[in-house]
C-alpha cells in the first residue's frame, strides 16, 4: 500500500465541522463537542483523559508580526 | 561542459551562506556563491527613503515569486496536495542576503532543554507524556557545545539585549530562564517604551520576569569584531518586510557577504538557481544549476555547502538522491524528515480610549518578553500538553496599511470602521504567543508528484496540520495572555483560551519559521547530517540552516541558525584539511 492511501497517524474526523467550538478527541476520533468547555468536560462520552480544546476560526485579525 | 573546479560551492548567500562564504574566504578557500536572485540592489542606499508598504508589505518585493517556484501543501497523507501561490504564513527571502535582508531581527537562543527535548521530557515527566505519532528527537549537540557560536554570531550582529545567565549566576532584569551565557550582550538591550512599559509592570506584578527581547537592530553605533560599524536605529518602524535602510539592523549584505567579497576569494553569481548535486552516493562533485539566461551550468567542487532556504535544500537533496528519503508511514529514512513550523496564536489584545501611544515608531524586535511559559520552564504535570512558547509585547512600528486594528464588534469597511480606525490607531497593545512546534511521523517534506516549478522540477510538497498537543498548548497560553492584558487594564480586552483553526492554513500570516526536513543529529538513522551539519551520506556535502532543527522551540529561530552556520564553517574548515567524518 503506499503513503498517499494510508493516513495513520492523523485523525478521519475533519475539525472544520466543529470550527469555534470545544473538543474532546479520543484516538483521533471527536466524541463530542460543545461551545462551552465545561459542560463539554461534563459531556457523559467525555473521559478525564480525552483531549479537550477549542477550534478556531480561520486565521484573521491582529496579529504580533515577528520574522 | 563543467566550469572550472573551486574549493567550495556555496547554494544560497543569506545568513548562512554569508558567514559560511566569510569565514571560508578569509582562511584562504576559493568560495562560488550560486543565489537564486539578484545580487545588486540590496545595500543600505538602495532602502533609503523607501517606506513603501504597499511595494514591499503587500506585493512582497524582496520575497520569493510564488509564481515561479512555490510549495504544495496537504494537510495528511490522504489529501492531494494544492499549489500555494498567495504568501502569507511565511515569507522566504530571495537575492543576496535572503530572509535576513526583511526579518525582524529578534534574535533569541534556545534552550538547553530544546536541545534534549525527547530525553528531557522522559526524565521529568515519563514516555507516556510524549503524545501517540508525536517524534521529538534529541539534536546530537548541546546547548553548551553550541554556547561559542552563539555568542560569535551576537557579537558578529550586535545583537542588543540583557543576559540573565551569566556562567550560572542568574541576573535579574535579564530572562534568567536561559541558558548560561559566557559573557553579556555585545549592545545593550533597546530602552523600553510608554507601551512596553505596560507590559512589563504588569508581567512583575503577577510573579512573572520580564526582560527586553534581544534584538538585532542597533540602538547605539556598534564596531564588531570583524571591523564592521553600523549605525543606530532611527525606529522608522519598516523593519519586518523592508531593508533596513540605515543599516542599524543587523543584515548579511552590511555584514558577513562585505568581508568575504573583500578576500578576493568570494564569486558571486546572481540569478542562479540550483536544483541538484551530481554525486555517486558517497561523494558531492558538483552543483547543477539553471543561470540567468535559464541555461543549465555545473560548478565542480571539492566541499558543497546548501545554504538556502528550508524548502530548497531539502528539495536539492530529494532531486540528487543523496540521502535516504524519509518514509512517513513506516518513520524510517531520513530525508524530509521532522516538517516542523511554529505554533502561533493564543495573543491577547487591547485598546484604550482615553490614552495614546507612539505607535508608528518602532523596530521589528523592540519588545519586553517573559519566559516563564517556554519550554519546560514550568511544570506541565496535568496539563495535557508538553512545551510552551515564548510571550512578548512589541512595538515593532505600525505602517498605514497592515497595522489598523480595531476592537471586536467593528464593521469590517465602511464609515464606522474609519471612526473606529482613527479612534485606536495609536491605542492599541497586544500581548503575543510563539509556540513549540513538535515533530510529527506523518509531517514531513517531499517532492511534488503533480506539480513543477517554471524550470519544470518538481515544488517541495507541505504534509503538516496542527495536532491536540499544540491545540491544548494554545489553549494554555491564551489564559496567561489574558491574565497578562487583565493586568495591562486597556479599557477594551479581546483574548481568553486561544485556539487553532481546524487545518493550517498558509495562506494568512502567522509567523515566517519553517524547520526540519535535513535534520541534525547523533544518529545515521534519525538523521541527514551530523553536529557539524556534515551529511552522513556525503562527507564532503554540509546542509545548513533551520532545517536542521528536530523540531521547533518556542523562539525564533535566526540565532541558532547563525551559530549552526558558525559550528559548519569551522567543521567545513576542519574537513579541508583533513577530511573525513567529523564525528
Known sequence: MSEDEEAPVLPPDDLEHYSGEWVAMRDGRVVAHDPDPEKLRAHPDVRETDDVFPVGEPPSGFYLINV | MALKKVDVVIIGVGWVGGIIAAELTRAGLQVVGLERGRTRGRNTGDFQDDHDELRYAIRNELFQNTAHETWTLRHNLAENALPIRQLGSFLPG??????????????????????????????????????????????????????????????????????????????????????????????????????????????????????????????????????????????????????????????????????????????????????????????????????????????????????????????????????????????????????????????????????????????????????????????????????????????????????????????????????????????????GFQGESPAYQAHHLDLDPNYRDSFGNPLIRITFDWQPNERKMIAFAGTKTLEIMKAINPDIISGGPGSLPAHYDTSVYQSTHNTGGAIMGADPSTSVVNSYLQMWDASNVFVVGACNFPQNAGFNPTGTVGALAYRAAEGILKYHKSGGSLV
Open chain 2, 94 to 431: 530571495t537575492g543576496l542576503g535572503g530572509a535576513g535582508v526583511h526579518w525582524n531581527g529578534q534574535t533569541w537562543r534556545f534552550h538547553p532543554r530544546d536541545f534534549t527535548a525527547y530525553t528531557s521530557t522522559v526524565d521529568r515527566y515519563g514516555k507516556a507524556a510524549i503524545p501517540t505519532g508525536m517524534a521529538i528527537q534529541d539534536w546530537g549537540v548541546t546547548y553548551d557545545e553550541l554556547e561559542p557560536y552563539y555568542d560569535k554570531f551576537e557579537y558578529m550582529a550586535g545583537i542588543a539585549g540583557k543576559a540573565g545567565n551569566i556562567k550560572g549566576n542568574l541576573i535579574p532584569g535579564g530572562n534568567v530562564f536561559e541558558g548560561p551565557r559566557s559573557r553579556e550582550y555585545p549592545v545593550r538591550a533597546q530602552g523600553a517604551t510608554e507601551l512596553t512599559s505596560l507590559f512589563q509592570k504588569a508581567a512583575q506584578e503577577l510573579g512573572y520576569h520580564p526582560f527586553p527581547g534581544p534584538s538585532a537592530n542597533l540602538p547605539v553605533q556598534y564596531k564588531n569584531p570583524d571591523g564592521v560599524t553600523r549605525g543606530a536605529c532611527t525606529y522608522c518602524g519598516f523593519c519586518e518586510r523592508f531593508g533596513c535602510e540605515a543599516g542599524a539592523k543587523a543584515d548579511p549584505t552590511t555584514t558577513v557577504i562585505p568581508l568575504a567579497l573583500k578576500t578576493g576569494k568570494f564569486e558571486l553569481r546572481g540569478y542562479s538557481s540550483a536544483y541538484a548535486i551530481k554525486n555517486d552516493g558517497k561523494t558531492g562533485q558538483s552543483v547543477l544549476y539553471f543561470d540567468a539566461s535559464g541555461r543549465i551550468q555545473e560548478q565542480p567542487a571539492d566541499i558543497i555547502v546548501l545554504a538556502a532556504y528550508v524548502f530548497n535544500n531539502v528539495r536539492t537533496l530529494l532531486m540528487s538522491n543523496l540521502g535516504p528519503k524519509y518514509d512517513p508511514v513506516t518513520g524510517t529514512g531520513t530525508v524530509g524528515r521532522n516538517y516542523c513550523y511554529q505554533t502561533g496564536g493564543g495573543g491577547a489584545s487591547g485598546w484604550f480610549t482615553g490614552q495614546k501611544f507612539k505607535r508608528y515608531m518602532g523596530s521589528g524586535a523592540l519588545s519586553m518578553a517573559i519566559d516563564d511559559f517556554n519550554a519546560d520552564n514550568f511544570d506541565h504535570s496535568g496539563l495535557g500538553f508538553i512545551g510552551g512558547g515564548s510571550i512578548t509585547s512589541g512595538q515593532s512600528g505600525a505602517r498605514p496599511i497592515q497595522s489598523l486594528t480595531t476592537p471586536p464588534g467593528t464593521a469590517p469597511f465602511g464609515r464606522d470602521w474609519k471612526v473606529a480606525i482613527q479612534k485606536y490607531y495609536a491605542s492599541a497593545i497586544s500581548v
